[in-house]
Nanobody, 112 residues
Framework: VQLLESGGGSVQAGGSLRLSCKTS????????MGWYRQTPGKGREVVAYINPDDTTFYAIFVEGRFTISRDAAKNSVYLEMNGLKPEDTAVYYCDVGGRLPWGQGTRVTVTS
């Protein structure tokens, strides 16, 4: 398994969740890693990503609420999601520079 996603769950609006994605050391050190999300009837959209040099990108709809970070000791990337809104409800997928097949994703449900 070259990509392992975890985290997610169900929270009320305003709550927080943390997603984790672990990959191999080679991929972690070589490619940017990030998160996409998908809801029924919509295409997959980028949420955030982080490059090996720690530069980051956030979609406008999560800026200021979500934080992406890397842990080189664990070859993992984390997405800290705060101030969750019902519209954040989706299946979240980890991406490793577009080099690995999509995983199963992890579901995030935010209730009002």
């Amino acid at each position: 398994v070259q990509l392992l996603e975890s985290g997610g769950g169900s929270v009320q609006a305003g709550g927080s969740l943390r997603l984790s994605c672990k990959t191999s050391e080679t991929f972690f050190n070589t490619f940017r890693m990030g998160w996409y999300r998908q809801t029924p009837g919509k295409g997959r959209e980028v949420v955030a990503y982080i490059n090996p040099d720690d530069t980051t990108f956030y979609a406008i709809f999560v800026e200021g609420r979500f934080t992406i970070s890397r842990d080189a000791a664990k070859n993992s990337v984390y997405l800290e999601m705060n101030g969750l809104k019902p519209e954040d409800t989706a299946v979240y997928y980890c991406d490793v520079g577009g080099r690995l097949p999509w995983g199963q994703g992890t579901r995030v449900t935010v209730t009002s």
